[in-house]
């Protein structure tokens, strides 16, 4: 059992609280088919982060990726809350970090909205030379296993899209909204282990899917998505912003189940941004209003 309880600029930020009850929602009730079930998952305690957790991602060896969206840092951490690393722009700090991936090389690249850049840092902290410098306003970034990387940001004409690049930076597809459509404020970004990608295309209350080719292939309806990420078993975890809910899609849109709050506090979501299950089956959900990052345990994970 979890006890601590300090600031997470002391370096330790897990709270524990006792009880919290299960989650409430329509996964409570069933139904769920994904490995941990998306049932029974309760309250475990907070990462408290003071300058509003945007997004959280995955790290190297099992760690966690958060970045803090008004003190404009990122954190490599434990799945404990244990500060590994800060990383910031040298002598400044993020113009507007956004969402982030890691390469297969190790290499972090955080997309910096107001900057018009994607900057890329090594583990150590060591700042690389950015890349898509001036692709405009880059909001969201996914790495591929096979090593495409997928940015979604502004052309010329100032819309939307989802560039395709090596990892060097160099431009070779593009993704295009679904016909007759424009994406509309896209945030997150994810793919799975086919290298199917999915973009949370949050304002237009949808979820796209593409192939590994670059086809449109699906549409998810219905879900003000803002972060999205895959778990082992390419079960889609969405923020559902605007409903104050976590969603759980198959890859076929498929509602698996979902988890709900109606009141800011601790274990409850006010502005959810992104959710992350670990392999391990822990949920993590950041809240940039209530600057915390929940933690969540599913009854078939013993400790």
């Given at each position: 059992m979890i006890t601590s309880r300090r600031d997470f600029l002391t370096h330790?930020?897990?709270?524990?609280?006792?009880g919290g009850g299960l989650l409430a929602g329509g996964c409570g009730g069933g139904g769920g088919t994904s490995r941990y079930g998306y049932q029974g998952y309760t309250y475990e305690g907070s990462l408290l982060i003071a300058d509003g957790p945007r997004w959280i991602n995955y790290g190297p060896k099992g760690t966690l990726i958060v970045?803090?969206?008004?003190?404009?840092?990122?954190?490599?951490?434990?799945?404990?809350?244990?500060?590994h690393r800060t990383i910031k722009v040298p002598g400044d700090a993020f113009q507007y970090p956004q969402e982030c991936a890691v390469s297969p090389n190790g290499v972090?690249?955080?997309?910096d909205s107001t900057a018009n850049v994607v900057r890329r840092y090594r583990l150590d902290g060591t700042e690389l030379p950015p890349i898509l410098s001036g692709f405009g306003n880059p909001t969201g970034i996914e790495i591929t296993k096979n090593g495409r990387i997928y940015t979604i940001g502004n052309s010329g004409d100032d819309r939307q899209r989802v560039t395709v690049s090596d990892l060097a930076g160099n431009i070779t597809a593009w993704l295009l909204p679904p016909a007759g459509s424009a994406f509309n404020d896209a945030r997150g970004i994810t793919s799975d282990s086919y290298n199917n990608v999915y973009v949370a295309d949050?304002?237009?209350?949808?979820?796209?899917?593409?192939?590994?080719?670059?086809?449109?292939?699906?549409?998810?309806?219905?879900?003000?998505?803002?972060?999205i990420n895959v778990d082992i078993q390419d079960s889609l975890v969405v923020t559902d912003f605007f409903n104050r809910?976590?969603?759980?899609?198959?890859?076929s849109g498929a509602i698996l189940g979902e988890f709900t709050s109606s009141e800011?506090?601790?274990?409850?979501?006010?502005?959810?941004?992104?959710?992350?299950?670990?392999?391990?089956?822990?949920?993590?959900?950041?809240?940039?209003?209530i600057n915390?990052?929940?933690?969540?345990?599913?009854?078939?994970l013993t400790a």
């Open positions: 330790t930020a897990l709270v524990a609280l006792s970045g803090e969206q008004w003190k404009r840092e990122i954190h490599i951490l434990s799945q404990q809350g244990v500060i972090i690249h955080v997309c949050f304002l237009n209350a949808r979820i796209v899917k593409y192939d590994a080719s670059g086809n449109h292939v699906l549409t998810i309806s219905d879900v003000s998505a803002f972060g809910k976590v969603r759980v899609y198959s890859g800011p506090g601790p274990g409850n979501f006010f502005e959810p941004s992104t959710a992350l299950v670990m392999p391990n089956g822990l949920l993590y959900v950041s809240d940039f209003v915390e990052v929940s933690i969540w345990k599913p009854a078939s």
